[in-house]
């Protein structure tokens, strides 16, 4: 069963203006880890940030950060100051503990950054 | 540097044909996985090896199998291939299971088609 949700299938920012792409995650476990990856037009899978349950301050890494909100099963990547590089797609994924081994993806959300 | 290679960028095979798609790390890693990229569904996990010859299976294993003889070497096999097979694979590696902030490597893909 799906665990992970992305309802954004698009977005669309403006160079240099914050975007958040949309991650909401079920899970019954109380630890586990969340991640989201960068996929541009070549088709690599890039790790932009994580972001642990027990983790007490949210994840940042430059210009990218994560809205953890445990309580609403969210973790919100936010990009601050676009640039038309992070056109791309990005996945949301989640390891938890009971199934460590496993990564489970979102369906992903494209993004679109024009000038 | 990290890799994870995959031996083929693009595949053309023919319906009921066995085909093989090779994965090889070089980071020691113990866990391996396959997964498979569809538009609007995004990664889903066939497979996932946390040992040599160990393997469990993902969310859509059907028409698949795998072999881990070799701790660098993932290999997925398709034994009779199908149309609907014909999609985007990717492999990944990642640490033993523990570490929960440990992200996984992707190779660059496998573009399969089947006629």
């Known amino acids: 069963a799906q665990k992970i949700t992305q309802t954004q299938p698009g977005m669309f920012v403006q160079e240099k203006e914050a975007v958040t792409l949309d991650c909401t995650y079920d899970?019954?476990?109380?630890?586990?880890?969340l991640f989201w990856y960068k996929q541009p037009s070549s088709g690599e899978m890039i790790f932009l940030i994580y972001?642990?349950?027990?983790?007490?301050q949210n994840a940042t890494e430059g210009r990218y950060s994560l809205n953890f909100q445990k309580a609403r099963k969210s973790a919100n990547l936010v990009i601050s100051a676009s640039q038309l590089g992070d056109s791309a797609m990005y996945f949301c994924?989640?390891?938890?503990?009971?199934?460590?081994?496993?990564?489970?993806f979102g369906t992903g959300t494209r993004l679109q950054v024009f000038p | 540097d990290v890799k994870v290679t995959q031996s083929s960028r693009y595949l053309v095979k023919r319906t009921g044909e066995k085909v093989f798609l090779e994965c090889v790390q070089d980071?020691?890693?113990?866990?391996m996985f396959w997964y498979r990229q569809d538009p609007g569904l995004g990664l889903r996990l066939i497979y996932f090896?946390?040992?040599?010859?160990?393997?469990e299976k993902g969310d859509i294993p059907e028409g698949y199998s795998v072999s881990r003889e070799k701790k660098e070497r993932f290999s997925l096999i398709l034994e009779s291939a199908s149309t609907n097979q014909t999609s985007m694979y990717l492999c990944?590696?990642?640490?033993?299971?523990?570490?929960?902030?440990?992200?996984?490597?992707f190779g660059q893909g496998t573009r399969l088609t089947v006629v």
């Open positions: 990944a590696s990642s640490p033993r299971a523990g570490r929960m902030n440990t992200e996984a490597f």
């Open positions: 899970t019954s476990d109380p630890s586990y880890g």
């Open positions: 972001q642990g349950s027990y983790d007490q």
């Open positions: 994924a989640m390891r938890e503990v009971v199934n460590t081994d496993k990564l489970i």
């Open positions: 980071m020691d890693h113990e866990n």
């Open positions: 090896s946390y040992d040599v010859k160990m393997k």
